[in-house]
């Protein structure tokens, strides 16, 4: 009689590799299918981008480098009266148009410079769906502030990747909400609905969480309030954002379609540490 020897191996652990932003990460504000307008700002690194739009800053704006794409459709960049930028770059036959005393430093309408604005645009749009299928740390119920109150939300997993997920966030006028966690945690945030912000509103951090590791994901995006604070990278993945005047950004703005922001934005540009598993079905 025959005697069939059999083996068994184990099985191989799957390893998903991390994804991050990529190219994205390298802008302050980045629009993906629509154009940007900016009342006057100062910005402290990361670049402008939008792709399939113009960019216009108004006057006494400051900016490292801004870059437009509408695939040879007239492209053009607006710096308002007394505006510097570092560096201008269009696609090919694109337009830089200068206010008075305004000054790009460097300029290209070669399309040469634009590489990393199709880049980024690839780029979000992987992480943005690697990390709307990570695995969620922390359901929430929807969130929304009245005037003036306050609401932390303390992460769960120490040095490492936590992922929070509501389905709305409504923060009324001059209400606070903290994200709390250690220097070398990780937060998503996720809100799968509406994110409305009121004038005085803010997005806050505590106990060492800094803006490169947290990124905030809505849906949709209301029309938010003067002087409001975000920290992050925070991205509106289904609309244009609409922003009041005297905006603070810790990190970086990243929004679907025409966007406007009001005067007096002032960006402190943090380039997004973020990475999640990456998405595979």
């Not at 560096?87 to 008075?100: K, V």
């Not at 430093?105 to 880049?119: A, C, K, Q, R």
Request: aromatic content about 4%.
């Amino acid at each position: 009689m025959a005697v069939f020897a059999m083996s068994w191996a184990m099985p191989t652990a799957v390893t998903h590799a991390q994804v991050t932003l990529g190219s994205a990460a390298s802008f302050g504000i980045l629009i993906d299918g629509g154009s940007v307008t900016v009342g006057n700002a100062s910005v402290m690194g990361g670049y402008i981008g939008a792709d399939d739009g113009n960019v216009t800053l108004g006057n006494n704006s400051t900016a490292p480098i801004v870059l437009a794409d509408t695939d040879g459709n007239g492209t053009v960049i607006t710096l308002g009266n007394y505006t510097n930028v570092l560096q201008c770059g269009t696609d090919s036959g694109g337009t830089i148009s200068l206010g008075l005393g305004a000054q790009c430093f460097s300029t290209d309408t070669s399309g040469g410079s634009i590489g990393i604005l199709e880049n980024a645009e690839n780029d979000e749009e992987t992480f943005e769906n690697a990390a709307q299928c990570a695995t969620v740390t922390q359901p929430l119920s929807a969130i929304s502030l009245a005037d003036g109150k306050k609401m932390t939300i303390t992460d769960t997993v120490s040095g490492g990747l936590n992922v929070i997920s509501v389905p709305s966030i409504t923060l009324n006028n001059s209400s606070t909400l903290t994200l709390s966690g250690g220097s070398t945690d990780t937060v998503v945030l996720l809100d799968s609905g509406v994110l409305s912000i009121g004038s005085g509103a803010k997005i806050v951090l505590t106990g060492g969480l800094v803006p490169a590791n947290v990124y905030i994901n809505a849906d949709n995006s209301g029309t938010w309030g003067n002087s409001i604070v975000l920290s992050g990278t925070l991205e509106v993945e289904d609309n244009g954002c609409t922003v009041g005047s005297g905006a603070v950004i810790n990190g970086a703005l990243i929004c679907e379609n025409d966007t406007t922001i009001g005067p007096n934005l002032r960006l402190n540009f943090s380039a997004s540490a973020v990475s999640v598993p990456g998405c595979y079905s």
